[in-house]
């Protein structure tokens, strides 16, 4: 129940977009204490956001097997989408202000292809749809009805996504709801897994409902790549969660895996990414965003803004849940 308080009541009325350089987020600290100074690899290794040891442990099968992390990360997740008690994503999301269960996921491999699904319905596994469209579309994106249709004609199976524990959550809702493009529901949290596989190859994979009682058509940063997941095969990968109107002003997921680039740590990277929403946003002690990253040598890390996130990480070295450190 911890992570499911992750986001604090929040409007959408947000400063602009920072414009500053990326270089100039490297002058904040002398440059020496962010440089990634380990020798050793760790490999395979996965790392999701939140307490959810049954998606690492089954991408973790994956990867003991010498599978790839692409297959490792897309099983991971599908865990927590036919969860039903995970009211955040796939089967069980909580709906969106008209009472439909709407769905977002994207998904990235070592080559650099993506592919994602945004606003779907009836289709429980929406990061395997994502998959689809990266493999077989000349697509990155696909949306709506289209998704829909897309998935069905991949040989998806119709289903209802709407749990009765859903839908009375959401019927007590609406006796005081306001529909206003004011985001004012708690509960809320997105799954985003990232893996390095036994050959040293990173893919990622990201998930989600979308904010409980949302406007309908709202999007967040989950399926957008460089904002809720990004991934380079060459440095590392990065994931959020948490408010993704802020995420995707900044591009997150994009900035973490930059500035690891640059010598940055996983852990610092992530810490920077907080700053930038936090500096752009006077109301930033009213929402909450979390990142989790990972470095080519299999080195991790995770921040936030407010206290209750965590993330797992399983290795050969064990299977652990990781307290993030916070700004606040």
């Known amino acids: 129940m911890q992570r499911r ?54 991408a973790w099968k994956v990867l003991e097997k010498k599978g790839n992390a692409l297959d490792a990360v897309e099983a991971g997740v599908k865990m927590e989408e036919a969860d039903i008690n995970n009211q955040s994503v796939g089967k069980g999301g909580r709906p969106d202000r008209d009472g439909n269960v709407t769905l977002d996921a994207c998904i990235m491999d070592q080559n650099g292809n993506c592919g994602a699904v945004v606003y779907m ?70 799954i985003g897994m990232l893996a390095i596989d036994t ?18 058509g709202r999007i967040g940063d989950s ?4 904002s809720g997941l990004f991934v380079d095969n060459e440095i590392g990968g990065a994931t959020a969660t948490g408010q993704g109107e802020e995420i ?14 640059q010598g940055w740590s996983p852990q610092k990277a992530c810490e920077e990414a907080v ?3 936090i500096k752009n946003d006077p109301n930033y002690k009213d929402i ?3 990142y989790i990253a990972v470095n080519k040598k299999g080195e991790t890390g ?17 299977h652990e849940n990781i307290t993030s450190k916070s700004y606040l």
């Not at 469209?133 to 709407?162: Q, R, S, W």
């Not at 990622?204 to 949302?214: D, E, L, R």
């Not at 995707?248 to 680039?261: A, C, H, N, P, Q």
Request: glycine share 8%.
């Open 275 to 277: 700053n930038r929403i």
């Open 302 to 318: 995770g921040y936030c803004i407010h206290p209750g996130f965590s993330y797992r990480v399983y290795s050969e070295e064990g």
């Open 223 to 226: 399926p957008v790549i460089g």
């Open 199 to 216: 050959n040293g190859d990173i893919s990622g994979a990201c998930t989600t409902s979308g904010m409980a009682y949302k406007m309908a």
């Open 248 to 261: 995707v002003k900044t591009v997150g997921s994009f900035l973490v895996v930059e500035l690891m680039r």
């Open 5 to 58: 308080k992750f986001l604090k009541k929040s409007g959408l009325s947000t400063a602009g977009i920072l414009s500053a350089p990326i270089l100039a987020s490297c002058k904040t600290e002398p440059k020496t204490k962010n440089i990634v100074t380990t020798n050793s690899t760790i490999k395979p290794i996965v790392i999701a956001t939140w307490n959810v040891p049954n998606a690492t442990a089954e």
């Open 288 to 290: 909450q965003v979390g």
């Open 121 to 190: 319905q009836n289709v429980t596994h929406a990061i395997s749809v994502a998959r689809k469209v990266m493999e077989d579309t000349p697509h990155v994106m696909l949306a709506g009805l289209g998704a829909e249709k897309f998935a069905y004609d991949k040989g998806f199976p119709k289903e209802n996504l709407l749990t009765e524990k859903s839908k009375a959550e959401w019927s007590e809702w609406k006796k005081e709801s306001k529909y206003a493009p004011v985001i004012n529901i708690e509960n809320h949290d997105t």
